[in-house]
C-alpha cells in the first residue's frame, strides 16, 4: 500500500525506494531464467527439456506477477508528477512503461508463451540438424499464434507486429525503422550490383583449407583477451547460434565452429564481445534496476556491430591479428592486406546471416523481416515459409537455399517467439557507424592504437557514451547525445561507400 507524509499527501521518496526493492526482485527473477536458457543452449542434456520448460514457465509467471502487482501500480501512482532527480525519474518512466504493457497480459499467457518456447528451441535444434521444417512448423505456428494474442492484448487497435518490435526497441516507432530499411536497402542494392560488376579481385582465399575446431576455439580466447574481456565475469562456451547472456557482473558469450570457415568464428565472437562488453560496463551499483539494465537492443546490437565491423574487419585489426593467427595455423600464407580484404569481401552466394559481409548481411534482415511480419498478419501460412524465404533470397542476394538447414531453418530467434526482433540488427549496424564516427572525431588515432593493441580508448569512450547510462535516456536521446546527431543511416551509407568503394575500386561509390 502507498505510504503517505504527515501532511496527508504521498511519500514520493519512500514510494521510490519500495518501487526500486520491488523491481530489483522481479529483475532477480528474470536473471534466474537466463541462466536456465544459457543452460538449455549451452550444457543441459537433450532429455532436460520437458522439466526446463515448467521451470521458465514458473519463473516467467513470477515475474509477470511481481511487475503487474498492485503495490506497484500504487507506488507508481504516488510517482505520478513527483519531482524526481533525472535519474529517479528515467528509473520511473521504465517500470511504468513495463508495467502498463506486463499488465494487460494474462499470466496464463505468459507462462504458455514461455512453456511453448522452450519446447520450441530443442524442436528446432533438431529440425536444423535434420533440415526437416514440417517438424518444427507446429511449434512455430503456436507461438505466432500465442504472440497474436499477446499483441491484441496490449493494444487490439495497433498492427500486432508493431506492438511486438516494441518488446526489443520501445523508444523507436517501428515505421522510423522501416524507413532506416529502406535506407540502406536503398543504398546497398546498387552498390552490391556495382561490387558484383567490379574487375577486382580481392585475396577471398587468404584462409582457405581446414581448421581444427580446437584450435579455432584457442584463437577465439586469444582474440577476446586481445580485446579485453573480463575472464573473471565470464567465459566462453560453443552453441548452436552464438549468443551473449548475463549482466555486469556475468556476461557469457557462445561462439561456433566451422573447420572450413575461420573467419566465421572469429567475427561472431568479437560481435558476441561486443554485447558483453556492453554488460559488463553497466553501473553494478544500478543492478537489478533500469539504470543498470542495457537501452534495448537496437544500442545492444550498435555495440557488437561496431566491435565486429569496424574494429574486428578493420586492416589495424589484421595488422595486429594475422600474426598470432598464423602462429596457431602455420599453413596460412597472407599478407595483413589480403587477411583485411578477405575479412571484407562481398559474397555473392551467402546464405547465411551470421557470416554474411556488411553490405549482404542487411537484405538478409530484409528477407526476415518481411517473412515475418507476413507471419504476424495473417497474410503467410507457416507451411508457405520455406518457398517465400527462398524465393525471396532469389530476388534479393540471387541465390537460392538448396535445403531449410541453410534457409528458413537458420536462425534461432523464431524458436524464441521472438517476433519483431531482426530490424533491431539492422538498426544497430547504422547505429554502430554514427557512434564509431563520433569516436573517431574524439579519438584520431583509434586505428592506431587498435593496431598497437590498445583499446583501451574504444572502451573508455563507449563506456562514457553508451554503458554507464543504462536507460536513463530514450535511444534516440542517447545517440543525439553520444553524437550531436539525431539517429539516422547517414554514417553507414557514408562509411561502406567509403570502405568497399576504395576496395571495389567504385568510383561513383566513394
Known sequence: ??????SGEPDAPEAYEKLVEHVRRANGVNDAAGVLQWDQQVMMPEGGTPARSRQ???LSALEHELMTDDDLAGWLDDLDGADLAAERAAVVREVRREHERAVRVPTALVQRISETSSEALSAWEEAKAEDDWASFAPYLEELVDLKRRYAEHIDPERDAYAVLFEDYEPCLPLERAEEILEELKAALVPMIDEIRGSDVELATDAFAGEFDADVQEALSREALSLLGYDWEHGRLDVSSHPFTSGNQFDARVTTRFDESDPL??????????????????????AYGTPLGEARDLSVHESQSRLWENHVGRSRAWWELFLPRFVERFPDVDAS??????AANQVYEDNLIRVEADELTYHLHIVVRFEVERALVSGELDVSEVPE???DKYEEYLGIRPETDAEGCLQDIHWSHGSFG??????LGSAMAAQLFEALQADVPDVYDRVREGEFDAVHDWLGEQVHRHGKRYETNELVRRATGEEFAADAFVS???????ELYDLEASV
Open 495 to 501: 562509411y561502406v561507400r567509403g570502405k568497399y568503394g
Open 388 to 390: 517465400v524465404w527462398n
Open 56 to 58: 521458465l514457465s514458473t
Open 264 to 285: 566465421g568464428a572469429l567475427t561472431a565472437t568479437v560481435h558476441e564481445f561486443g554485447h558483453a562488453t556492453y554488460q559488463l560496463g553497466l553501473p553494478e551499483e
Open 336 to 341: 595483413p592486406e589480403e587477411a583485411y580484404e
Open 421 to 426: 526482433y531482426f530490424p533491431t540488427y539492422s
Open 1 to 6: 500500500m502507498a505510504t503517505e507524509s504527515a
